[in-house]
Structures are given as structure tokens and as C-alpha cells.
């Protein structure tokens, strides 16, 4: 079946850090790859995402590459702000049905 | 445009109690989602309907949560009886349904969060 692995968090950060949450995953087919963002107290949101290999998801200064090669969808940011700090769920699709989901990788950045 | 809307937000229980949560997803939106997520974890899909047909209830605990989706609109899912193990949070979600993409984008709501004790 699909699955979806992340790093497990707290991941503590100060300002300004460079971020990465890896992501991998094991899906039958070619699924479309999601990064989705909870911020306190606020729904699930989605953050950016990649359909096809090689794609290049990015949005708010987050990327990510859909790598077939290695089955990853690691999640980078080159400074992070406090207003970063969430939880952050990779998700695959293997067709418009629902997403399978890791577990989260809750994001603290210090000032 | 308003969200998906959710109501009660919070709900406590007594094990072998029912309770009902109900969704109300974007209008236009075809297909209507229920996961459940369980403090730690990711959201598990437990029912996902396309206007009011089931299109996959593989992991709906069906001894025991009932959903349905009359007129093709809101949604209640309901829980009969309760028992510990089903203290989590109850997300609803709705995507549109748009023709030649392979990807529909899913949008949230608040979510439910349930404590049975």
C-alpha cells in the first residue's frame, strides 16, 4: 500500500536557519506529492506541491523537488521566521483520491 | 469564499456514548472527505464520498461510525459507541472535481477534536 515517511520533530530552529524536513515515500504509480502546513490553533492548509518528477513545488520562500529517483519530497527553506513555526505533513495522491499522510514534523523557530 | 465549516468544535464523551459531528463543505465542491487524526499522528482517511456516493469506506470501522452525505452537500458522521481509542480529531475536507487535472486540491476544515473518557 502507500505510505509516506517523515523526520521526526521537534525541529528547533533559531531565525534565519536554513530548514530541510525530509520526506520519502512508497506509492503504486506515479502519485502527485503535497507538503501541507498546520499553523496553532488554524486547519490544514495546503503548502506547495509537484505532480510529475522533477517538479519543483515552492510557495512562501518553501520548496521542494519530487525526486523519482530516490522516492523523496524533502521540505527546504533557506531562512526561517518565527511565523514558520507549524506542524508539516507530506502527503502523497495517487489519483484525485484522498491523500495518504506522514505523521507531522512539528517546526519551533526561536528568535 | 467561505471554508469548509465544522461544527461542534469540541465534543467529550463517556465511552459507549454516541455522538454526531456534522461538515459543511465549499459549495461546488463534488467530493467530501472525513479523516481522522489521532494526537501525533497524520490524518487517516476514513470516508471519502463523491456527491452523495461512497467512493471509498475501506477504513471506516463500520461496526461502529456511520457517515452519510444526503443531497450531495453537508455531511454527518456519526460514532455508535464510543470507545476510547476514538478520541482524536475529526477533520472534513472538500475538493472540487476538475476535469483532465490528475491532482484536486483538498481544503480543510477547522476539524472536531473529540475526547472520550
Known amino acids: 500500500g502507500n505510505s509516506v515517511t517523515q523526520m521526526e520533530g521537534p525541529v528547533t530552529l533559531s531565525e534565519e536557519a536554513f530548514l530541510t524536513i525530509n520526506c520519502t515515500y512508497t506509492?503504486?504509480?506515479?502519485?502527485?506529492l503535497f507538503w501541507y502546513v498546520q499553523y496553532p490553533g488554524e486547519g490544514l492548509q495546503l503548502l506547495l506541491k509537484a505532480t510529475k518528477a522533477d517538479d519543483k513545488g515552492s510557495n512562501k520562500g518553501f520548496e521542494a523537488t519530487y525526486r523519482k529517483e530516490t522516492t523523496s519530497f524533502h521540505l527546504e527553506k533557506g531562512s526561517v521566521q518565527v511565523s514558520d513555526s507549524a506542524v508539516y505533513f507530506c502527503?502523497?495522491?495517487?489519483?484525485?483520491?484522498?491523500?495518504?499522510f506522514g505523521s507531522g514534523t512539528r517546526l519551533q523557530v526561536q528568535p | 469564499e467561505a471554508g469548509v465549516a465544522q461544527s461542534p468544535r469540541y465534543k467529550i464523551i463517556e465511552k459507549r456514548q454516541s455522538v454526531a459531528f456534522w461538515c459543511n463543505p465549499i459549495?461546488?465542491?463534488?467530493?467530501l472527505y472525513w479523516y481522522q487524526q489521532i494526537l501525533g499522528q497524520g490524518p487517516k482517511l476514513l470516508i471519502q464520498?463523491?456527491?452523495?456516493?461512497?467512493?471509498?469506506d475501506s477504513q471506516l470501522p463500520k461496526d461502529r461510525f456511520s457517515a452519510e452525505r444526503l443531497k450531495g452537500v453537508d455531511s454527518t458522521l456519526k460514532i455508535q459507541p464510543a470507545k476510547l481509542e476514538d478520541s482524536a480529531v475529526y477533520l472534513c475536507?472538500?475538493?472540487?472535481?476538475?476535469?483532465?487535472?490528475?491532482?484536486?486540491?483538498?481544503?480543510f476544515g477547522p476539524g472536531t477534536r473529540l475526547t472520550v473518557l
Open positions: 464520498f463523491q456527491n452523495n456516493g461512497v467512493v471509498d
Open positions: 502527503a502523497l495522491d495517487t489519483g484525485r483520491r484522498a491523500l495518504t
Open positions: 459549495s461546488g465542491h463534488a467530493t
Open positions: 506509492a503504486t504509480g506515479y502519485p502527485s
Open positions: 475536507a472538500s475538493s472540487p472535481q476538475l476535469a483532465g487535472e490528475v491532482w484536486n486540491e483538498q481544503f
